[in-house]
T-cell receptor, first 113, second 115 residues
């Protein structure tokens, strides 16, 4: 059972425009959500996170929104830059996970100059 | 400072062989995680160490998989009688403490190919 889902395998955006990446989850025990960015041949790197007690967290060009009732979160990147082109993973954690991250399948973001 | 390192970066083996994958965590990090990423999927949890002990090994797919961390630093993931379905990128991560809210730092992974 896929507890964290990213239904869009890819997204293509023009430089300077907004990129919106979406993620849905099913496990109500999740209380902390993270976005990771991954370049080829590198490990995922942490980008931004949000606790379930918040509905928005912003860090520079990156903003994560959480809708608990819909069990949905999204990552907004604005303005998008070509260097943002990577695979983005949504991940969730909670309950007695001991730090065990549950990842979505990833979305390949391509930002065109 | 050095990040998480993993060796080898690539490993090609034949079906039925035994392989060992090594992870060197960030110095001083007490928590260490192994994940497996199959093609087109996100990383999937395998095992979590807190110090020398495996606190959660619920993600290991079967008894062909085993991991150790004898001195609480370097960890080795061992796979016996490899199968073609074991082909994946094996990722290691470490964090300063265990628990849900401490950032995990990932290594570049070992790409395992079983022929």
């Amino acid at each position: 059972d896929q507890q964290v889902k990213q239904n869009s395998p890819s997204l293509s955006v023009q430089e300077g425009r907004i990129s919106i990446l979406n993620c849905d989850y099913t496990n109500s025990m999740f209380d902390y959500f993270l976005w990771y960015k991954k370049y080829p041949a590198e490990g995922p790197t942490f980008l931004i996170s949000i606790s379930s007690i918040k509905d928005k967290n912003e860090d520079g060009r990156f903003t994560v929104f959480l809708n608990k009732s819909a069990k949905h979160l999204s990552l907004h990147i604005v303005p998008s830059q070509p260097g943002d082109s990577a695979v983005y993973f949504c991940a969730a954690i909670g309950g007695t996970s001991y730090g065990k991250l549950t990842f979505g399948q990833g979305t390949i973001l391509t930002v065109h100059p | 400072g050095a990040g998480v390192s993993q060796t080898p970066s690539n490993k090609v083996t034949e079906k039925g062989k035994y392989v060992e994958l090594r992870c060197d965590p960030i110095s001083g990090h007490t928590a260490l995680y192994w994940y497996r990423q199959s093609l087109g999927q996100g990383p999937e949890f395998l095992i979590y160490f807190q110090g020398t002990g495996a606190a959660d090994d619920s993600g290991l797919p079967n008894d062909r998989f085993f991991a150790v961390r004898p001195e609480g630093s370097v960890s080795t993931l061992k796979i016996q009688r490899t199968e073609r379905g074991d082909s994946a990128v094996y990722l290691c991560a470490s964090s300063s403490l265990g628990g849900n809210y401490n950032e995990q730092f990932f290594g570049p992974g070992t790409r395992l190919t079983v022929l």
